[in-house]
């Protein structure tokens, strides 16, 4: 019943989003009789994506909302049998009926929080052979969202705060849960919409289009709209003809732009009439099907000149291709001149939205001073995170039955820091990011102004810090939003920058400190 009042339970993983091996260890767990023994894993990655010295975490919602449906049903436990040995205990398969994830506690950093290596994004606790269960699936749920909200987030840094920045990837995208999930999370990260519709009914997404070339291309100029006349937008006034009234404007526009009336595209003018009949409050005309300069400006211009004198304002242009920053240069100079010559001053300043490939690079030269674009739609840089394709989280045991557990390896990068943890994040008098500091969970809280012995991670010595403040969690997606880009604000210029930026410092409690050197050496015995 709570999955049809809830729309977003559509979108919810499934228990079997799991690899085998999870299953194999479960039945391993059942089998040694340690299904209940209390466990707690840790969720965290190991480097910042992107080369940069910062993550958003991302993805509880979609971890809650998996862990309130999680419950496998019988056509499961039956593909489980199947592929397990035949011979399996049938009351294995009972008790994987019977789980559901009440017994199951999870800690996290708050939706959108700035993240950072070795601190946990989720600290789960519960049964032993649950949880660890719950290991692919979450890491599928938080993996790809932070990645997705980290991109975003550095898209967001590079446009700076003025531009819109709309997500335009769903056809792009690795599939359909991808293309939700990266919608999500790329508004999270600090985009403004997405052209997602699904993310709009499911997420509350900001929905965001228009129209595309093959709208301009199925017109050649012949039609006759069934109903040209259009009403004032005041609502007082006769109903006028557009389609008359945009040839006449179209005139005057070739006039002024040294063009020749014939040289506009008629079957582009037809959709633009066709599009602005049918959203003359919201229309937006897309500009390079034939030719910026000798077509889609001046029909643009004639259907936008002729809605104005009804009283409507046209609401943008868009470019798709050639070089996007000299383009919208020259038609904001021609939006200029066109709006002092017809005394339509509104027309100045039609925003200028762009698209076709952008990447990081091409963002900072349309993001530059002076460029005329305001509002830029990216799609497969965003959705496909081409610089880094994984975030590379792990999930890894830290305790059982209160007893901490550390995983030592050849490879110091990989091996785990013991026990139930509290992680704590530092303010600087300033309000900046001071570090991160994580210490065992019976250990008392750092107070504020009192000095705090800590090891930073990889360091030989122990340092004395003083917090002036600790950080608070705020909480739901807009208001995540909201909150990571105050995160963000909070990172200093030298961790802010995208290239080469200052390493933040994740720090060890001493005793915890400590709880590493007794275990390392007692695995070395």
């Not at 993550?55 to 593909?79: E, H, N, P, S, T």
Request: proline letters at 8%; one cysteine or more.
């Amino acid at each position: 019943m709570a999955a049809k009042q809830d729309p977003e339970a559509l979108a919810a993983a499934r228990p079997l989003l799991t690899d085998l091996y999870q299953v194999t260890m479960a039945l391993g767990y059942w089998r040694a009789g340690r299904a209940h023994d209390p466990a707690e894993f840790e969720l965290f990655f190991r480097q910042c994506p992107f080369g940069g010295s910062f993550a958003l975490a991302a993805g509880l919602r979609d971890c809650v909302r998996f862990l309130r449906a999680f419950r496998l049903r019988d056509a499961d436990v039956q593909f489980l049998a199947s592929v397990l040995p035949p011979d399996t205990d049938p009351a294995f398969f009972q008790h994987l009926r019977a789980l559901d994830s009440s017994g199951v506690t999870v800690r996290a950093l708050p939706e959108g929080s700035l993240a950072f290596p070795g601190v946990p994004l989720l600290q789960v606790s519960g049964p032993l052979l649950l949880v660890q269960l719950l290991e692919t699936p979450l890491l599928c749920l938080v993996s790809y969202a932070s990645l997705v909200a980290t991109n975003a987030a550095r898209l967001r840094l590079i446009a700076g705060p003025e531009k819109r920045l709309l997500d335009l990837g769903l056809r792009r995208a690795q599939g359909p849960d991808g293309g939700l999930t990266a919608s999500t999370y790329s508004y999270l990260g600090g985009f403004d919409g997405s052209s997602n519709v699904l993310a709009g009914q499911l997420r509350g997404v900001p929905v965001v289009g228009t129209l595309a070339h093959s709208f301009v291309t199925s017109f050649s100029g012949t039609e006759v709209p069934p109903d040209p006349m259009l009403a004032p937008a005041a609502g007082q006034g006769p109903r006028v003809d557009l389609t008359t009234c945009v040839e006449a404007w179209l005139e005057r526009v070739c006039a002024h732009l040294g063009l020749g009336v014939q040289d506009p595209h008629p079957g582009e003018r037809a959709a633009f009439v066709a599009y602005a009949l049918a959203f003359p409050r919201a229309f937006q005309g897309l500009l390079d099907t034939y030719s910026v300069r000798r077509s889609g400006l001046p029909n643009f211009l004639a259907v936008a000149l002729a809605l104005g004198e009804l009283g409507y304002q046209a609401v943008g242009v868009r470019l798709d291709s050639g070089d996007l920053l000299q383009q919208a240069q020259e038609i904001r100079g021609l939006f200029r001149t066109t709006a002092a010559q017809f005394q339509m001053p509104w027309l100045e300043s039609v925003p200028i939205a762009v698209s076709n490939n952008i990447d990081e690079e091409e963002l900072a030269r349309l993001a530059q001073e002076g460029s005329e674009v305001n509002v830029i739609g990216i799609g497969t840089s965003m959705v496909t995170c081409p610089r880094q394709p994984s975030l590379g989280c792990v999930y890894k045991l830290v305790s059982v039955g209160g007893q901490p557990r550390m995983k030592l390896t050849e490879d110091p990068d990989k091996q785990t820091l013991p026990g139930s943890k509290a992680a704590f994040r530092l303010l600087g008098s300033d309000g900046s990011l001071l570090l991160d500091v994580l210490q065992l969970a019976e250990e008392p809280p750092p107070q504020a102004g009192q000095e705090l012995r800590i090891w930073p991670r990889g360091a030989r010595e122990s340092c004395l810090v003083r917090p002036a403040q600790l950080c608070k969690p705020l909480p739901s997606l807009a208001e995540s939003r909201a909150f990571a880009q105050l995160s963000l604000s909070r990172l200093s210029p030298a961790h802010r920058r995208l290239e080469q930026p200052a390493l933040y410092q994740v720090a060890l409690s001493e005793k915890l400190q400590a709880l590493v050197h007794r275990l390392r050496a007692g695995a070395s015995l």
